[in-house]
């Protein structure tokens, strides 16, 4: 009778068990078909909200009651976080019964936060992500709101610039935007005045072999020419990035993405022979692979090394006195050097618009609407006020204080007459992974230039399976 | 007692709680993940149903094959040097140290209570080469050896070796104490009674030290073994598992597999592995437990 008991006792404990397994089955089914249902139902919404509102964004703010949950990589004090903060906080003034909640998670814990707040189909309202081929897996899900179409009802499509409107499509390649953007960078190279002077390089140079011969008078003058922030991976692909679109033009990566050419391919392979023969030649000093962004930049800082590779970001580190010994002009800046004008222009920049902020198709109502209409229009202004930077938005104010770096990004920035992207910005995590950590074997000699394309071809094939 | 014990009901009181909460926590997991791994993509992303693919895929996976081999290498060294080294240090306490034995033992113990990332970074200071040199490659160049100044945790080559002598150092000390615990546990007049009999350092160790301390050695192997299976956090704050894949362990890229290139479902194959691993490397373990029981 006891071992009955016990018998019995044990299989309602196993069957639980395997019950609660089937329960958490029927949850991970439901949240996958959910982006759909959650499409539709937002659609409906849309509709509904279209009809009551009449689609009239242009008056008055109706002040509609709203919780707003905010997902950002930036503390509250701290760069783009001092911003958004900013504008939640003047259009609570407009807008009374607008609550916001702003949580922050680590930038390299985003795609994880994201990717289980999609699983549990809890996406916030507003959360910063990364633009590429990263947001194209949340659009192809139906989860982000169609940000274009959602200007050009709320009649605000003007206060995004065309450049970062047309930087964004490229990046999700699409023809609306699904994101708005938080900066727009142009990348080259930073370089210490003082010592070029002393190597006898008189001006920055403008094409490849210019820049080649520049290298070399700084490693004969005993100066390191290059520092780069390898153990950081994307400041040395950067660097590949530059060959291989100067050489093959600017949609060498989207082409290998796409398949039409392979990374394999004797371009792709001759611009990590470039960065291998620079390592080899030791332009970038003894183990690169263990120096990190911040401490290249503040060797370039410092006059331990010549040029540094970096985006117009890095003008805030310039701006910092107490961290730039080379003082309010000592650093300089040039655009990546053309190698065959006819391929890539000198005119051509590496952009990025940074991060970027999506909005969660499932929780966009008329609300968010006005939200953004009113964030649109006045981060532009409060960017230039408060930080003095360009955040891809139209702005009338003037920064009261401008310090010459950013007025030189500035200047760079309205040179820029064509865009191309990063290394990275085509390809899937595990294709930047093997690219990004390859790298440092192609640096330090371990791995063939053959060897690293093949890396990246293999990875590219793996991600097909 | 035995009362107690002879009832059922007792029993399945004791028993069934347990065996509820661990279902809960172990078992269910498990064949959660096992269920996962019959699918492809990730929850809310792409989540189809793809049969065995994922498994078929493992083995032709460079990826994780390479991290496979990384894994067993650092599993290899790090034990032996956790074990070995400890049970060095634990004779050096009992036999050798006679003045500031608490003094050494704490200053041994020391890394074990240091959090893995500030121990990360302090390694990573010294085996710094640039911009300044760190601690080894400054001694190193010191005393003319400059030939051998290298980026240690910079290149394929050395990154994994420097990586295992950090969480050795790290180790040393927890097993150690264990070990010396168990070295006093030994009646000194067997010890006494070896000596009489003419047994020098090495046959009092090989055959009356080794043999009693045999059942704590292989404890200590088992917790060695269960704690760099599962390698993650000390190569992720020395290294982030670079420089390329040099020290990417399995748990690494299974991590990801499932949360950054969003393959939940080959994410818990991996996961399987590892978990076959785990079971697979304590019953080799133990099979050295058994032979005892011949003599």
């Known amino acids: 009778m006891r071992k009955k008991i016990l018998a019995t006792l044990l299989s309602t404990a196993m069957v639980l068990g395997v019950l609660s397994g089937c329960a958490g089955t029927t949850t991970g089914t439901t949240a996958s078909e959910a982006p759909a249902e959650a499409k539709e139902e937002a659609a409906a919404d849309t509709a509904t909200d279209a009809a009551a509102s009449t689609s009239d964004f242009s008056g008055e703010d109706p002040q509609l009651e709203k919780e707003f949950h905010i997902l950002s990589i930036w503390a509250e004090d701290n760069d783009n976080g001092v911003l958004i903060n900013s504008i939640c906080k003047s259009y609570q003034e407009v807008n009374p019964n607008f609550k916001y909640e702003y949580e922050l998670v680590s930038s390299d814990d985003l795609r994880q936060k994201v990717a289980t707040l999609v699983a549990s189909n809890d996406l916030p309202d507003m959360f910063v992500y990364e633009s590429g081929k990263p947001i194209v897996d949340l659009i192809e899900a139906g989860q982000v709101a169609d940000i274009g179409a959602m200007l050009s009802e709320i009649g605000s499509t003007d206060y995004v610039t065309p450049s970062a409107t047309s930087l964004l499509e490229t990046l999700s390649g699409t023809d609306t935007i699904y994101d708005l953007p938080l900066g727009l960078n142009v990348e080259g190279f930073w370089y210490n005045k003082a010592l070029f002077e002393e190597a006898g390089i008189e001006k920055a140079p403008e094409t490849w072999d210019e820049f080649e011969e520049d290298l070399q008078k700084l490693s004969d003058a005993g100066i390191q020419p290059l520092s780069c922030g390898a153990a950081d991976k994307w400041g040395a692909t950067r660097l590949i990035n530059a060959y291989t679109v100067r050489s093959l033009g600017a949609d060498a990566m989207k082409n290998a993405a796409e398949g039409t050419t392979s990374y394999t391919d004797e371009g792709y392979v001759k611009a990590a022979a470039k960065i291998q023969e620079w390592a080899n030649k030791g332009y970038f000093g003894e183990g690169v692979n263990t120096v990190d962004m911040n401490t290249a930049g503040s060797m370039l800082m410092t006059g331990k090394a010549a040029i540094f590779y970096n985006g117009s970001w890095f003008a805030s580190n310039l701006n910092d006195t107490t961290a730039n010994a080379a003082g309010e002009d000592g650093i300089g800046f040039f655009n990546i050097p053309v190698v065959d004008p006819s391929v890539s222009a000198a005119d051509a920049y590496s952009m990025n618009c940074g991060n970027i902020l999506c909005l969660s198709q499932a929780k966009t109502d008329e609300a968010t609407k006005w939200f953004v209409k009113y964030f649109v229009e006045h981060l532009g202004d409060v960017a230039m006020e408060t930080q003095g930077s360009i955040k891809g938005y139209t702005y009338s104010a003037q920064a009261s204080d401008m310090s010459g770096y950013t007025q030189l990004v500035l200047d760079e920035i309205g040179k820029a007459q064509s865009a191309f992207t990063w290394y990275e910005a085509t390809m899937g995590s595990e294709l930047s992974d093997a690219a990004q950590n390859n790298v440092q074997m192609l640096l330090s000699g371990e791995m063939t230039p053959e060897d690293y394309m093949q890396s990246i071809q293999d990875a590219a094939d793996m991600a097909a399976n | ?295």
């Not at chain 2, 498994?55 to 599993?75: R, T």
């Not at chain 2, 240091?114 to 160049?141: D, H, R």
């Not at chain 2, 748990?251 to 079971?279: D, E, P, Q, R, W």
């Open chain 2, 1 to 295: 007692m035995k009362r107690v014990l002879g009832n059922k009901g007792a029993v399945t009181l004791f028993v069934v709680p347990a065996l509820f909460l661990y279902s809960i926590i172990v078992v269910l997991p498990v064949l959660w993940s096992f269920y996962y791994s019959f699918f492809s993509g990730s929850p809310g992303l792409k989540w189809e149903f793809s049969g065995i693919n994922n498994y078929i895929k493992l083995f032709s996976d460079k990826n994780f094959l390479n991290s496979l081999l990384v894994n067993l290498k650092y599993i290899g060294i790090v034990m032996i040097g956790q074990v070995g080294g400890g049970l060095l240090m634990a004779l050096m306490f009992k036999f050798w140290l006679k003045k500031f034995k608490n003094v050494v033992r704490t200053i041994v113990f020391f890394p074990v209570v240091l959090p893995t990332v500030a121990v990360g970074q302090l390694f990573a200071k010294i085996y710094e080469i640039q911009p300044n040199y760190g601690l080894l490659n400054s001694l190193l160049s010191a005393i003319g050896l400059s030939s051998l100044v290298q980026p240690w945790i910079g290149q394929a080559s050395t990154a994994l070796g420097a990586l295992e002598v950090m969480d050795i150092w790290t180790g040393i000390g927890f097993h150690s104490i264990i070990l010396y615990g168990a070295l006093l546990d030994i009646p000194d007049d067997v010890i006494e009674a070896g000596r009489i009999d003419g047994c020098n350092g090495w046959n009092l160790f090989k055959y009356i030290l080794a043999p009693l301390l045999r059942p704590m050695i292989i404890t200590c192997l088992v917790f060695s073994f269960s704690g760099t299976v599962k390698l993650f956090e000390s190569a992720l704050a020395l290294t982030n598992g670079g420089p390329g894949n040099a020290t990417r362990s399995l748990s690494m890229y299974m991590y990801s597999v499932a949360f950054t290139y969003n393959k939940v479902g080959y994410g818990s194959v991996i996961a399987i592995f590892i978990f076959l691993l785990c079971i697979t490397g304590s019953r080799i373990i133990n099979l050295f437990d058994k032979k005892e029981s011949y003599y």
